[in-house]
């Protein structure tokens, strides 16, 4: 079935640091895939996505490119904030059913 | 922005004891999931339903879950006889395809 791995963490970086969270997955067909965001004690909140190979999602600083020949979703970021402290998660769809198969989780600390 | 609203936020109950979870979906949407998450492990499906019925459902959703569209605005998870791994947080979402907007969550402890 459908699954998505992520870069362990917990990740700890400073102010104004480049973050990267890798993302790889395996799925049948030729799924979307996205990027969610859970900050401290809410709810999970839609980062960006991407439906189709090699498409950029970007928001808030943050991109990610459907790569299809390595089947990977990696987020960036150039500089983080502080305020970008939270679990990410990577997480697919496959065309067709919708469900998301989501990655374990990766929490960014970001200290001052 | 339309949100994707839960409630209660939180909720703490008996073991065996029912519990009802709501949402109230985007009223545009189409496709209304339910998904839960254990403290500090992923998140997993339960189910997806569309058109008045359940499209998927995972292994977790036994026969001791049932959703239900009561009215045209409403989408309910229960719980029939809660067990004490049902202790989650679960998350309702929908969509109108494949991108899916998630409420804030109802914190569910079974004691």
């Known amino acids: 079935g459908d699954s998505v791995t992520q870069m362990e963490g917990p990740v700890t970086l400073s102010e104004e640091a480049f973050l990267t969270i890798n993302c790889t997955y395996t799925?049948?067909?030729?799924?979307?895939l996205f990027w969610y965001v859970q900050y401290p004690g809410e709810g999970l909140q839609l980062l960006l996505k991407?439906?189709?190979?090699?498409d950029k999602g970007s928001n808030k600083g943050f991109e990610a490119t459907y790569r299809k020949e390595t089947t990977s979703f990696h987020l960036e970021k150039g500089s983080v904030q502080v305020s970008d402290s939270a679990v990410y998660f990577c997480?697919?769809?496959?065309?067709?059913?919708?469900?998301?198969?989501f990655g374990a989780g990766t929490t960014v600390t970001v200290r001052a | 922005e339309p949100e994707v609203t839960q409630t209660p936020s939180h909720q703490v109950t008996q073991m065996g004891q029912e519990v009802i979870l709501r949402c109230v979906p985007i009223?545009?949407?189409?496709?209304f999931y339910w998904y839960r998450q254990i403290l500090g492990q992923k998140v997993e499906f339960l189910v997806s339903?569309?058109?008045?019925?359940?499209?998927?459902k995972s292994e977790i959703f036994d026969d001791q879950f049932s959703v239900e569209r009561p009215d045209g605005s409403n989408f309910t998870l229960k719980i029939r006889s809660t067990k004490l791994e049902d202790s989650a947080m679960y998350f309702c979402?929908?969509?109108?395809?494949?991108?899916?907007?998630f409420g804030p969550g109802t914190r569910l402890l079974v004691l």
């Open positions: 979402a929908s969509s109108k395809k494949e991108t899916q907007y």
């Open positions: 799925a049948t067909g030729y799924p979307s």
């Open positions: 991407a439906t189709k190979a090699d």
């Open positions: 997480a697919l769809s496959d065309p067709g059913d919708y469900k998301l198969s």
């Open positions: 009223s545009n949407h189409l496709y």
């Open positions: 339903f569309y058109n008045n019925e359940i499209s998927e």
